[in-house]
């Protein structure tokens, strides 16, 4: 399984800029997608997550900003982030959890990072 992530860049503070990240590969299913960031010097944390059912995590720092969604038919997730802020400034890794089989286990993937930078 490959995730191509896209959509990172360089915005001034109260911009907005939405990410994708596309799965690709021996996918059955997938249940949860998800995106982490890492800032310079910090560890990585939990963004956002959404379910194969719909139900969206965020946490407290992006909530009423971010927006998280999911395509099935393209097996893609996205996050909309908007009121940026430079806090917000970090590499973002998206992470899905796949079935590559009707009875198989689930295995996690994360993609590759993708910069986002928001200026003062």
């Known amino acids: 399984v490959q995730l191509q992530a896209s959509g990172g860049g360089l915005v001034q503070a109260g911009g907005s800029l939405r990410l994708s990240c596309a799965a690709s590969g021996s996918i059955f299913s997938i249940n949860v997608m998800a995106w982490y960031r890492q800032a310079p010097g910090k560890q990585r944390a939990l963004v956002a997550t959404v379910t194969s059912g719909g139900t969206n995590n965020y946490s407290s720092s992006v909530k009423g900003r971010f927006t998280i969604s999911r395509d099935n038919a393209k097996n893609t997730v996205y996050l909309q982030m908007n009121s940026l802020k430079p806090e917000d400034t970090a590499i973002y890794y998206c992470?899905?959890?796949?079935?590559?089989?009707?009875?198989?286990?689930?295995?996690?993937?994360w993609g590759q990072g993708t910069q986002v930078t928001v200026s003062s």
């Open positions: 992470s899905v959890t796949v079935r590559s089989s009707y009875s198989g286990p689930s295995y996690s993937y």
